[in-house]
């Protein structure tokens, strides 16, 4: 298995999140050109937060569900309400990948069922939120960056507690779960620069169970 050839840097984050310094690096150009493709099918879009707030991340999906937000609230819909179609398949390069980071950091078998695209240009950023939409928070998250780097928001469970700050770069992949899966994260608004493969943006891949 390609897992088993990779023998780059791993960080322990804190309990239960694994840092896997590229990981992505080798499937990125690949990683990238499936996104294209999701992203023909399903447009990135930004969405409303329920408070009214238009997100300055653009986001799809693909997989069985999609993660959205309006004016009624925050759901994972197996239909993108832009066009009432299903989302886009998952690529199997795509949940090979998340399910291979999983095994790495101790979750086995992890099955995602959405695969999350947010997409950065610079001064975009992500405020500090947790992740509570899933069915079942014993089921990690999969994170992989590509292109521009960015300053990772870490905080604690509460709202409050104060954030670290981890910059994550083109190619790496964190697995969040445990007792860090409900812990607040955010993104610092991205700098400007140039990526050789994504150009002004970087885009994260969240992989998820949502039910
Ligand atoms: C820690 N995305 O889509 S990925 C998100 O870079 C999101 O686009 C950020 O937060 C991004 O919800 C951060 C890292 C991440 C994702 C989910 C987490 C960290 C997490 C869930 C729980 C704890
Ligand atoms: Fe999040």
């Given at each position: ?15 239960g ?113 947790q992740d509570r939409?899933e069915?079942?928070f014993?089921?990690?998250i ?14 604690g469970l509460q ?17 969040w779960g445990g007792p860090s899966r409900l812990r607040f994260h ?26």
């Amino acid at each position: 298995m390609m897992n088993d050839l990779f023998a780059g840097p791993t960080e322990p984050l804190g309990d239960g999140a694994l840092l896997l310094r590229g990981f992505a690096d080798a499937p990125a150009a690949d990683l990238f050109a499936a996104v294209e493709r999701i992203a023909a099918a399903a447009p990135f879009r930004h969405l409303v937060t329920p408070g009214g707030f238009r997100m300055s991340v653009a986001m799809t999906n693909c997989g069985a569900y999609g993660w959205v937000s309006d004016r009624k609230g925050y759901r994972y819909d197996p239909l993108d309400p832009e066009s009432g179609r299903p989302w886009p398949d998952m690529p199997p390069l795509f949940a090979g990948l998340a399910a291979r980071a999983a095994e790495r950091a101790g979750y086995g078998n992890f099955a995602s069922d959405v695969c999350l695209v947010n997409c950065y240009t610079p001064g975009t950023r992500l405020t500090l939120h947790q992740d509570r939409d899933e069915g079942d928070f014993a089921q990690p998250i999969v994170s992989i960056s590509l292109g521009l780097p960015a300053t990772f928001l870490w905080g604690g469970l509460q709202r409050s507690d104060r954030a670290r700050r981890l910059p994550l770069f083109h190619g790496d992949v964190v697995v969040w779960g445990g007792p860090s899966r409900l812990r607040f994260h955010g993104i610092a608004p991205l700098k400007e620069g140039s990526h050789p493969l994504t150009g002004e943006r970087r885009l994260n891949l969240t992989f998820r169970r949502a039910r």
